[in-house]
């Protein structure tokens, strides 16, 4: 079946400008993950959706960061003045429910540079 | 400190080799914990999940010791597709935080 899928894969934007990157977890799946990786870094935890509500968002950086689920299935990570820090490789993951009893499935990632 | 350290490798076996892997992590109160397999620029997926009892997978051995705060892994007789980053992965007590250490490369060769 279809996984997680996430779009643009690639962006490439000016520093200061504003960028939307989107994540359509599997079909059914109520939990929503944002995670960052930056290059020869593992997964760097930003944001945990359980259903339309952010329910833990203590990775995010700062207020330049923010991430939307309105309807409990697509979400957006949105970042508005973008800094050269910014560039990195956001990965999405959703799973059936909380981590202790399910496994989050990855989506392959938008590679975000900001020059 | 990081929460999670594993060395970085990279580390280059001949095929049919066993190699090991380990990896600390500092929060004594972590509550599950995993290795993820990450090909180069794909997406992390679970290679398995680690018991305190020790579990086997194939060719695959994970081990959890909470005393000291450790985790391994095994991979004997090693292959070519074997080749890969290999990521430590802790779950945050209480949270559904994945914390990832920064991952350990592994090249097989010929």
């Known amino acids: 079946g279809a996984g997680v899928s996430q779009t643009p894969s690639n962006k490439v934007t000016e520093k200061g400008k504003y960028v939307e990157l989107r994540c359509d977890p599997i079909?059914?799946?109520?939990?929503l993950y944002w995670y960052r990786q930056s290059l020869g870094q593992g997964p760097e935890f930003l944001i945990y959706?359980?259903?339309?509500?952010?329910?833990?968002d203590s990775g995010l950086p700062n207020d330049r960061f923010f991430a939307v689920r309105p309807e409990g299935s697509v979400s957006t990570l949105k970042i508005q003045r973008t800094e050269r820090g910014d560039s990195a490789v956001y990965l999405c993951?959703?799973?059936?429910?909380?981590?202790?009893?399910?496994?989050?499935?990855f989506g392959p990632g938008t590679r975000l540079t900001v020059t | 400190r990081k929460e999670v350290e594993q060395d970085p490798g990279p580390f280059n076996v001949p095929e049919g080799a066993t190699v090991a892997f380990n990896c600390t992590y500092s929060?004594?109160?972590?509550?599950?914990f995993f290795w993820y397999r990450q090909d180069c620029r794909k997406e992390p997926k679970l290679l398995m999940s680690?018991?305190?009892s020790g579990n086997e997978d194939g060719r695959f051995t994970a081990q959890l010791n909470r005393a000291s705060q450790y985790i391994s892994l095994l991979i004997r007789d090693s292959k070519l597709s074997d080749s890969a980053t290999y990521l430590c992965?802790?779950?945050?007590?209480?949270?559904?935080?994945?914390?990832f250490g920064t991952g350990t490369r592994l090249q097989v060769f010929p």
């Open positions: 993951a959703s799973s059936l429910g909380r981590t202790l009893s399910y496994e989050q499935y």
């Open positions: 079909s059914g799946h109520t939990a």
């Open positions: 959706f359980q259903g339309t509500g952010a329910a833990d």
């Open positions: 929060n004594s109160a972590s509550q599950s």
């Open positions: 680690v018991y305190s």
């Open positions: 992965v802790v779950l945050s007590y209480n949270t559904d935080k994945l914390i």
